[in-house]
């Protein structure tokens, strides 16, 4: 069988999907954009200046004063420029990144980019987009903007196919750099009437909003001329115009217009060319705010503190039960936006940026930030244990799982702050939503933070305990497995000689995965079995079910896959456990059926739990259970089905980043070439797996059923192929880096074009071009190209796009594909 890759679960879940225009937006190729709340309208011709920059230049950046509607303009441009990009347009959101160092971080979660342990976030991200053809839409970037810039800069030195679209209130001011300065929405001119009028962008938007709020409004007679006077006043920024016509039903356009007059007195002063637009929009959040009664004021304040949508109860725990009238009277004044369901199917009521920007800053001069601070962390403990408790539950963990989906950026938000400033805070946070990272592939993108927190507190103690478990795991998932296993043995050497308990079996259990993968079987079953017993000696059955994991693995390793799959069915017995463990044993238990050759009973394991692992989005067993299946498929001939099978595997392991998983589809895609008369790839993916292997530092178990399996063909094939052609097409597979092995996976698994379409194919190009191919697959960057060529770098560009045209091969990774298929590297 494939080999076991883990005990654990760190990969990136499915997502819970997005409903109405959001999912249109994402079946566009435009990924992470929030559904406008608001009608586009008045930008067509911003639109089309800045999509005509991002045709010239790597990097426009859209700046304006807060309000001025740069978002909104981004994503319309994302939207019609996505089809241009063969990988659409990717938003990353950066308002509510507190620190600017966690910049690159919050892009690599956006990107679903993972960290592999002891490589920067920039880097890791610079790596994924260096095989994309994207646009990157960095939206929020003035508070962080020397790291915005930084970043920026190394991604376009990095990654010639990408462009980057970035918003902010000043400019990056970095070389290359575009910049489109946002205008307020057209207002009328004095002199102004009629169409005139009703045709101004800024009047055009009003009356869309007024509508919207009172269906009878029309614009027309003294309406239209008090309309008009009251955009000019709010200077046409949309965000000012907006929160004034939600308020048109119950206060009228004249008793709006006589509000500004008396509550804005700083829309008439001060250099208006400098700063007027900025005054108009913090004066139009100022009079909202000064409408409201002082216990409302109070709870807007409070509310200021939540980085992402909140529901009710979520607001009543940090501003008191008097929350509920008062949220809804927000809601009306539009100081909130009204609630839309989340992913675990409650409401939630968000704040726009910029005023809970402004509310934030009256907390502060409140005195009341620290307060609203600690309110909001004992919140999010509370329902961060809960649903941890119920993701370890077998009813209960689907419910859990979407629950903390819902209030993931408010759990990011309070760990960083309790990191610095409660540690205990964060010891129960990081406790409590470990398996929920694992679950959703969170895991990586939580690295920093957890090696803060293991650098902060006392080693022994739970903050401490639990963040090197959990670094422990994100290292063994990416197959930093000496990593790992030093993170494992520094808690184990801690606290080994204490008292059992959960943290304990947990690194023992997890020690046992690490040294299976490291060829150490005797040491294996030695922790596992250490594990098991504390871990019924606790009634912890989570770690029992992952100890009794680890000696099947151990008894498999050593040969027998008869006591192996005995002690998955044991663990799968185990009274209470959670549908996670119980998958892995399934998972597990289909692995050493088929190696025991009880291929229909392997079968029916691997069916039952593939549909399990769909429904719960547990990526992990997925990408495990999909290569048990191809083997199975192989065995009885259905090539095609392998093929399929593996494939899903290879595109799993490049959207989670899991070493293991790739290095299992790479054997698998060996037993594929061998059954299709590709003998000289079967050795040349056996050859990329086992190099890539001895880098993570995996050795094989000599007993282990799959690796004699493995070493028997192998031999057979260079029998056949003779030592010549065997030799080459290992080296071949020994010179590939995980990129270009994992390209190869999926060339070798691609289905055959119809017989219409003919595979793109590098017979037109000319010997430069192919040489440009070669290179590109090689992972040289445009520049390095130009140097190696000693040619320009808009030369070397430009044969790219020629060579694009004629292959039809749009990203750096198509490009290695094809080279990989006609031998080029």
Known sequence: MPRPVCTGFAVRGYGTGVEGAAAGMAAAGVHGFPVVLTSFVGRAGAVREVAGLLEEYRLVTVTGPGGVGKTRLAGEVARRAAARFADGAWLAELAAVRDPVRVPPAVAVALGVREPPGVPAAEAVARVLARQQLLLVLDNCEHVIGKAAELCGGLLQACDDIRILATSREPLRIAGEAVYRLAPLPVPGAGDAGDDVAGAGAVVLFSDRARAADAGFALAGQNRADVARL??????MPLAIELAAARAEALGVSQLLRLLDDRLGLLAGGDRLAAGRHRSLAATAEWSYQLLEEDERRVFRLLSVFPAPFTLEAAEAVTGREATPVVLRLV???LLVPPRPGPDGRSRYAM???????GAGLLAGAGEQDQAQAALARYAVRVAEEAGAGVLTVTGELAAARWLDAEAATMGYVLAWAVEHDLEVAARLVTALGLWWQLRGRLAGQEP???????????GSDGWCAAQRWLAQSAFDATGLLQALQWCAAVIDVIGDREPSRALVDCLALQSGILANLGRVPETAAAARRAQVMARELGYPFGEVHATIGLAIAASYAGDPDEGARLARQGRQIPDIPGTAARTCSYLLAGVLAETEDLPAAGRACAATLAQARDAGDLNVLSGILPIMADLDLRAGRTSDAAAHLREAAQIALQTGLGFTMLVVLGGCGFLCAATGNPAGALTAWAADETLGRQGGMKDADT???????????????EMLGPDRAGAAEQRGAAMNMATASEYALLLTAPAPPSSQPAPGPARLSGRERELVTLVAQGRTDAQIAAQLFISIRTVRSHLDRIRDKTGCRRRADLTRLALAEGLV
């Open 231 to 236: 955009v000019g006043r709010l200077d046409g």
């Open 449 to 459: 933070l957890l090696r803060e927190l293991a650098g902060r507190a006392e080693p």
């Open 332 to 334: 009306e004044c539009s």
């Open 352 to 358: 726009l940026e910029t005023l809970r920007a402004y």
């Open 704 to 718: 282990d059923p799959y690796v004699r399996r493995l070493r028997k063909a192998r031999r057979q094939i260079r």
